[in-house]
Nanobody, 128 residues
């Protein structure tokens, strides 16, 4: 069992930056793909970014590519999401997820149904 705890959300003006963190309860998570998803009010949960267990491969939604950076520190059992040039449409609850997708392709890694372990979420609000 892996427990995930997100932090770092808050209120920021458009164009600003935030860094989200997700701490895993066990070192086992260091072997998992770690991902960030988000859900805005009235919308479906959507994939944001993911990182392979080693950190060597990263995956991004087109909407955040070039603005967001995902990284991980396995020594600290933590994954990060650096969010720059934030836009009001980035406002959402951001969730951390972990699991072992059976295929290393974006279509699989971006599917929330693949992930068994989820954090409680952290709110990000970007004002215009």
């Amino acid at each position: 069992q892996v427990q995930l705890v997100e932090s770092g959300g808050g209120l920021v003006q458009a164009g600003g930056s935030l860094r989200l963190s997700c701490a895993a309860s066990t070192g086992t998570a260091s072997t998992y793909v770690m991902a960030w998803f988000r859900r805005a009010p009235g919308k479906e949960r959507e994939f944001v970014a993911a990182v392979s267990w080693s950190g060597s491969r990263t995956y991004y939604a087109d909407s955040v590519k070039g603005r967001f950076t995902i990284s991980r520190d396995n020594a600290k059992n933590t994954v990060y999401l650096q969010m720059n040039s934030l836009k009001p449409e980035d406002s959402a609850v951001y969730y951390c997820a972990a699991d072992l997708p059976d295929k290393d392709v974006l279509a699989v890694i971006a599917d929330p149904a693949v992930y068994d372990y989820w954090g409680q979420g952290t709110q990000v609000t970007v004002s215009s």
